[in-house]
């Protein structure tokens, strides 16, 4: 396959989401260890994401946001005046996304607090399954419906599934997958999932954020 385009990395937003889960975390008067019992991942791996040494991936994030007891789009989105509200409009896709090397996340309607799912918009961009490393799984309940480019879904049990702008595919998150652009480009789609009730939200850390 064409290798991929190098991207700038996100450097001021992966030190927002540091800073951030340190704040919150130093605000309820824990210390790492604290925290990473809450959330269910070693206390070494939260230090380096606080540190900006790893980038988490999206069961890492997942698991953060169960520790805090908050929605992951809490986590993720830049901090900014809260909305009792019950509608939120966003025009475009506001902020420097969460990324690393393979995906970037936007959170959609974060102010809105008590929805029984998430919405993002997740760019796929690596092409190659050898580069992906390993699979993805969380327990979640997930959608993805492809705005722009193809998506390659690779699960376990099932044939590579890709998909083109218009299609969406229902999935259990809990599956083993792995989220790529089927070329030419980067995949855009919109994300929504649900958090299934008093599960653990994934398995132990590795480098990527969504798919």
Request: charged share 25%; aromatic share 6%.
């Amino acid at each position: 396959m064409a290798p991929m385009t190098e991207r700038p990395r996100q450097a001021e937003a992966h030190e927002a989401l540091a800073g951030r889960i340190r704040r919150w975390r130093e605000a309820r008067g824990w210390n790492q260890q604290a925290l990473a019992d809450r959330a269910g991942f070693a206390r070494s791996t939260l230090s380096k994401i606080e540190n900006g040494l790893l980038s988490p991936t999206f069961e890492v994030l997942l698991k953060i946001a169960r520790g805090f007891g908050c929605d992951l789009a809490d986590l993720v989105r830049a901090e900014g005046p809260r909305l009792a509200g019950r509608m939120v409009i966003d025009r475009g896709m506001q902020g420097a996304p969460v990324e690393d090397a393979h995906n970037r996340l936007w959170p959609l309607g974060a102010q809105i607090k008590g929805r029984g799912f998430q919405a993002m918009l997740v760019e796929f961009c690596e092409t190659d399954i050898a580069a992906f490393g390993p699979w993805n799984r969380h327990e979640t309940d997930d959608m993805l419906h492809v705005l722009s480019g193809r998506l390659a879904l690779h699960t376990e049990g099932y044939e590579t599934a890709v998909l083109a702008p218009g299609d969406t595919v229902h999935f259990d998150g809990a599956m083993p997958h792995a989220c790529l652009s089927a070329g030419p480009g980067i995949c855009r789609c919109l994300y929504v999932f649900c958090l299934r009730d008093g599960a653990d939200p994934g398995s132990e850390p590795g480098t990527r954020i969504a798919g």
